[in-house]
């Protein structure tokens, strides 16, 4: 199984800033099937990016993806105070899908 | 617009058994791969198992494999999953999920309820 490891594990920031997590995966992903999800507390995950780069229905255009292999990049480019939360990657290329850890951006 | 409603979750005794369903509505629920997620308190997600749009084929985490069963009925829009000889690792919030693209099973996770708890203890 391919373990997902994202980092840091928080990031502290304030609104207006840009922010940048990291999904390292423990053997390459095949055909670049990586997603990333947004939790806030008490809420459902909401998928942000899928095929490492592409949008999900809906996403501000402020959320971008990037990588391939076993190298990820989730980046909001000026943070808004909505995107305070939780944010995991998954892995769909190998069975099982599996997720990162998570990543917790605050406000600092 | 999509909505998934999941219900049945509760306390339970170790070993015990506990049965989730899902309510789908506002798209074509025998075209979409279906899943369940957990995520176990304070914790990460964790996926579960999922069915495919149509046909047999079901599949499972070897976390739960011989103890879950996931299926749906079509006639009534409703996944579920029936959870046996429950174990306290298994208390999290049960999420069920729609996939991203028609007819295909992605695991991509485009939509999500809002979950329900289930908590084994004894």
């Known amino acids: 199984e391919i373990v997902l490891t994202q980092s840091p594990g928080t990031l502290s920031l304030s609104p207006g800033e840009r922010a940048t997590l990291s999904c390292r995966a423990s053997?390459?992903?095949?055909?670049?099937?990586l997603a990333w999800y947004q939790q806030r507390p008490g809420q459902a995950p909401r998928l942000l990016i899928y095929?490492?780069?592409r949008r999900a229905t809906g996403i501000p255009d402020r959320f971008s993806g990037s990588g391939s292999g076993t190298d990820f990049t989730l980046t909001i480019s000026r943070l808004a105070p909505e995107d305070f939360a939780v944010y995991y990657c998954q892995q769909y290329g190998g069975a099982p899908n599996t997720f990162g850890q998570g990543t917790k951006v605050e406000i600092k | 617009e999509v909505q998934l409603l999941e219900s049945g979750g509760g306390l339970v005794q170790p070993g015990g058994s506990l049965r989730l369903s899902c309510a789908a509505s506002?798209?074509?629920?025998?075209?979409?791969?279906m899943s369940w997620v957990r995520q176990a308190p304070g914790k990460g997600l964790e996926w579960v198992s999922s069915?495919?749009?149509?046909?047999?084929?079901?599949y499972y985490a070897d976390s739960v494999k011989g103890r879950f069963t996931i299926s749906r009925d079509i006639s009534k829009n409703t996944l579920y999953l029936q959870m046996n000889s429950l174990r306290v690792e298994d208390t999290a919030v049960y999420y069920c999920?729609?996939?991203?693209?028609?007819?295909?099973?992605?695991?991509?996770?485009?939509?999500w309820g809002q979950g329900t708890l289930v908590s084994v203890s004894s």
């Open positions: 053997q390459s992903v095949l055909g670049t099937y």
């Open positions: 095929d490492a780069s």
């Open positions: 999920a729609k996939d991203r693209r028609v007819a295909g099973n992605t695991q991509i996770f485009a939509s």
């Open positions: 069915i495919p749009g149509s046909g047999p084929s079901t």
């Open positions: 506002g798209f074509s629920f025998n075209s979409f791969a």
